[in-house]
């Protein structure tokens, strides 16, 4: 290879292997296991010294095209495929803590994510403090002398705060600590984790990566010391791996992700830029627009907006629902990064488990709502939304 590929070419080409067919499009390798020519060749495979899959467990010819095609776009030497975006940040974060280890995890987070570390990781001893992750100072305060993980995801759910991930990373550095950075709502192709200093990148690849609402997925990215030394043995003998069926579906999505995402971004932004001149519309936070609180480390670290948009109705609830009952393209559906538009209302879904409280530290009011642009035609999203509109008081 003579030049390194950009990143379409990457996610058309990359870790493609083929069969003595030579076929077209990646082909599904549906197997549970391998054979050996020979019992010395069984023995030298299991040894290490050849080359070679063992189990589909522990690894298998489709997922292996993902996994190298996702360690391309990332830059990161080693990957693992799992079943769905939470068998990746629970392998992340699990797989390399003990009891009487510490986390220090930011407060917004994914709902499962946010349960892995506050509510499960405490059962096996391993102690975790939440902070509001805006501020590098919380997370410096928080540093104990057994803090050996930092999680984060940024920008947040559903309301799109970000975390500054290179200052978070120096402070992992000085006290060998690991940053684990899920990049679902940057998507990989707006900001890249490992380059600001991280050092492990998780994606529910059922989002943005497949696109298409077909199926779970996830990956665990970082160093192939990291991997070896703490993912490898906890990914073969816990069992989360991806089906080579999903694998396959995904190595098809991804092909098309800066297509779509590009798509989705600049409808994400055109419905933004109307939402906030509204008068129902009380404030609208997207990653893209001058006026977020945070421009300058979004500067810093994103290479593109976002392709959510969360706004906030003057209304409160009753708007909140009047406004997705009223719209037609837009879907009422918890999902994101689909080729469908998708809207929720967190305080009653995806965030219904959070004590009011907790909700309103995250900044998620009653009449917020979180929009996920799809690829439609971006004026026939912005008639929907101002037909919509219409129907909701001021
Ligand atoms: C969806 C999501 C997950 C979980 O992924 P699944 O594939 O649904 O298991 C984790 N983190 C973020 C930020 C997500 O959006």
Not at 132 to 152: C, H, M, S
Request: hydrophobic share 40%; glycine share 8%.
């Amino acid at each position: 290879m003579s030049k390194p590929w950009r990143p379409a070419t990457q996610l058309v080409h990359g870790g493609t292997t083929r069969s003595q067919h030579g076929e077209t499009a990646e082909a599904i390798f549906l197997t549970q296991g391998f054979v050996y020519d020979t019992a010395e060749a069984a023995e030298a495979r299991f040894k290490g010294e050849t080359d070679g899959f063992i189990y589909a467990r522990y690894g298998s010819p489709t997922n292996d095209m993902f996994e190298k095609r996702m360690c391309m776009l990332e830059g990161a030497e080693d990957a693992r495929a799992t079943a769905s975006g939470m068998a990746a940040v629970a392998a992340a974060i699990l797989c390399q803590v003990k009891a009487g280890d510490h986390i220090v995890a930011a407060r917004a987070l994914f709902g499962s994510c946010r349960w892995v570390v506050e509510t499960l990781a405490p059962r096996y001893g391993i102690e975790c403090t939440l902070v509001d992750g805006r501020d590098l100072a919380n997370w410096e305060k928080a540093i104990r002398k057994n803090t050996r993980v930092f999680f984060l995801e940024s920008p947040t759910n559903p309301t799109l705060e970000v975390v500054d991930i290179a200052g978070v990373a120096r402070l992992a550095d000085q006290i060998g600590a690991k940053v684990v950075v899920d990049n679902v709502f940057a998507t990989p192709l707006f900001q890249k984790p490992l380059e600001l200093g991280a050092h492990i990148v998780v994606y529910s690849a059922t989002k943005h990566i497949d696109g298409q609402g077909r199926c779970l997925g996830g990956v665990v990215l970082s160093d192939k010391e990291w991997i070896n030394t703490h993912l490898q043995d906890y990914f073969r003998h816990t069992g989360p791996a991806m089906s080579p069926f999903n694998a396959w579906t995904l190595l098809k999505g991804i092909e098309t992700l800066p297509l779509r995402v590009r798509q989705q971004t600049e409808n994400a932004s055109r419905i933004a830029d109307f939402l906030a001149g509204q008068k129902q519309v009380a404030r609208v936070i997207y990653p893209g627009r001058s006026d977020h609180p945070q421009a300058d480390i979004i500067a810093r670290q994103m290479t593109g907006g976002s392709t959510l948009v969360c706004l906030e109705l003057k209304g409160g609830k009753d708007a909140a629902f009047a406004l997705q009952n009223a719209l037609d393209v837009v879907k009422i559906s918890n999902n994101l990064g689909d080729a469908k538009s998708l809207i929720t209302h967190p305080a009653t879904t995806t965030h219904k488990n959070l004590a009011e409280e907790a909700r309103a530290e995250l900044g998620i009011a009653a009449g917020t709502l979180r929009f996920s642009a799809g690829i439609e035609d971006g004026d026939d999203l912005l008639e929907d939304f101002a037909r919509a509109l219409s129907r909701v008081p001021a």
